[in-house]
C-alpha cells in the first residue's frame, strides 16, 4: 500500500512540475513579447500552467499528509523547496524561451499532447486528479487554438518567419519523445486507471501536428534523435538556471508567506 501511494505522491508531483516549470518558462514573455496583446495573452497562459501546478502539489500535500501527518511538505515547499533533481518535469518544458517561434512552436507540440492527455485523465479512477484534469482541459482548448494560429501565422508568413519556425521544431523536435516515455510509477498506476497510457496518444499526436505543420507550410522534423530523463530528475543545464530564479525568495526567507 505505501508503494501505491509513494507511486501516486510521484505521479500528481510530476504532472505538477511540467506545469509550474512552463508556466515559469512562458511568464519570461512578460513585457518581452512582440506586441501588447500577446504580452497579456502568454501572461494569462503562464498564470494558467502555474494555477494548475497549485492544484496539483495542494493534492501532494494532501497525500503525503496521510502518510507524514506533521511532517507532510505544504504545496509551497513542495513547488519551491526541492534540489534540480527532485524535479520530475519533462525536458521539453524546461529549455529556454528562445525566439518567439521557438516559443510557440514548443507551446504548440505540448498543447496537443495536454489536450489528448487531459481528455483521458478526466476518467481516471482517482476523483481529484479527474477533477483537476477537468478544469485544466477548458483551458487547453484556448492554449491550442492560440497556438495553431501562430503555427500558420509564421509558418505560412514571411520567408524570415517560415525560417526561424522550421528551426525552432527541428531544435525542439527530440525532445518530443519524452511526451510518450512511460515512468516506472505512471505503469504502475496504469493498473488501477489512475494514471495514462502515453505511448497510446503518440499516434493521435502525430496526426494532428502533422496536418497542421503541413497547412502551415512546415516539414515535420526527422526523429533522427530523442533526449530523455526528467521523469528520473536528470535535467539540461537550463533547469538550474530557471530553479536559482524561482527559487529565490523562499530560499532566502524560508517559510515566507505574505
Known sequence: MKDKQDDLINYVIALGDDSLILGQR????????PFLEEDLALANVALDFIGRAQMFYEYASQLETRVLKENA???DQIAFLRDTRDYRNLLIVELPIGDFA??????????VFNQLYLQQLVNSTDSTLAAIAGKAIKETDYHLRRSQEWMLRLGDGTDESHQRMEK????LWGYT????TMSAYET??????????????????????????????LKVPSDEWQVTGGREGLHTEHQGDILAKMQYLQRTYPGLEW
Do not use: N, P
Not at 188 to 215: F, H, N, P, Y
Open 26 to 33: 512562458l511568464s519570461e514573455w512578460c513585457y518581452h513579447a
Open 73 to 75: 511538505r505544504s504545496a
Open 102 to 111: 521557438f516559443t510557440m512552436a514548443r507551446q504548440f507540440t505540448v498543447d
Open 168 to 171: 525552432a521544431l527541428k531544435e
Open 177 to 180: 519523445a519524452e511526451l510518450f
Open 188 to 217: 504502475a498506476l496504469l493498473r488501477d486507471g489512475i494514471s495514462i497510457d502515453r505511448t497510446a496518444l503518440c499516434s493521435d499526436w502525430r496526426k494532428i501536428v502533422t496536418e497542421l505543420l503541413q497547412q502551415a507550410t
